[in-house]
């Protein structure tokens, strides 16, 4: 019953406007503390206007007890109230009305009950309790008279009741008037507050509708300046991540028409040849254009690999295997000497356990090999070494100039040297990718004359 109220109240609410919901539990809030508050305003007056009425009849009964209980003084209206409806006091003895009271009322029959026999025999101090007479609320007070008896007075509560019904009446419209009020206050605090959320809103919806990813004015320092704040960091980030991909974009057209543009010549070459037997080729001429063509075409796959490595914005694999490093660095060192029989490699390994992907890792231990290979000289060693997962790979070439050791790891970025030689420039930014990708990092050191020192730092698998 309650969960099915709950959604009904749920499906209710979600049709209106954040700002009509934020007035709606305002007022519904300030109804139910002003109602608690009218209430116990109302029962704490109530009381209070008994207890006043209470204390003053038992002083008359106690005054007129000491006075010797006689007719004239309790007929007095100055001391009795009961002389304004024409009700006289009365005595009560082991529960029956003495006196001389002649013309007895029929209401005194409801006024002889246990409370005042129990004070009349001695068993109560005072009795007080509220009795309708003719309609109208009557206070009856007894206190202890004579020996077994018990002075009864009886006085109306028509005024109390009337000032109780004026009191009702202004706390029902003081209430009133306060849940209006909650109402409008609360619909200009929420439609006021909410402004920096439409502003937020109407930013987003223009994002989508025109791209524009300019940031939006922060206004205040409140919790939805820190919203606005970090929403145009999120549109700062976006606008950065499309400039990486235009960027990469026309690096990889500007890096993918040499190759193209060296196969579309060599392929038109081959085809006047076919074409036109007076430009036939030579044996000689046909070797060298195919493997000038083979080597374009191997240029040109890994440039393409490489593109779609970089393009890759998704994280780490789900699972990433644990694995040792060592064993990765070795089969990356096995593929390098393979493609560069040559080079001497120096390998000193000590075994360190990752959290990775190993063909990532592998391919980016590749690069660093490949990159040494590239600038050893004949004969140069490679030293290679890992311990507690630093794997540094250095070289005895001619180092990298000052000024291209801060772009050495940007995409496509080739210094004046490397630009006659085979590459794209992508190598060192996939090792860079890999090893953020792995929570580590990658750094070089080199002077010109005495090599260069990659330096790859990986953390330790946990268990």
Known sequence: MIESGHRALQKITGRMSLALRVAVLTTGAVAMTLGMVSAVVFVTVRAEFTSSLDDSMIRRANAAVSSGIDEPLLSDPSTNALAYIGIQPFIVQSGQLIGNFQNTPDEYVQLKGYRELEVSIGERKYSARTVMIRGVPHRVVAVPANKGQALVLVQSMESNRDALERLKIILLLASTAGVVLAGIAGWAVAANGLRPVRRLTEATEHVARTTDLTPIEVTGRDELARLTTSFNAMLVALDASQE????????????????????????????????????????????????????????LTTLVGDLVELARDEPMSRDPAPLDLADVVTHAVDRVRLRAQDARIDVDLSPWMVIGEPQLLERAVTNLLDNAAKWSPPEGEIRVRLADGVLTVADEGEGINADDLPHIFDRFYRSSEARTLPGSGLGLSIVKRAAERHGGTVEVASERGEGTTFTLRLPEATA
Do not use: F, Y
């Not at 500007?254 to 040849?273: D, F, K």
């Open 244 to 299: 990486r991909q235009r960027q990469l974009v026309a690096d990889a057209g500007h890096e993918l028409r040499t190759p193209l543009t060296s196969l579309r010549t060599n392929i038109e070459l081959i085809g006047q040849a076919a074409d036109t037997t007076e430009r036939s080729l030579t044996d000689e001429q046909r070797h060298e254009i195919m493997d000038d063509v083979r080597a374009q075409l191997e240029e």
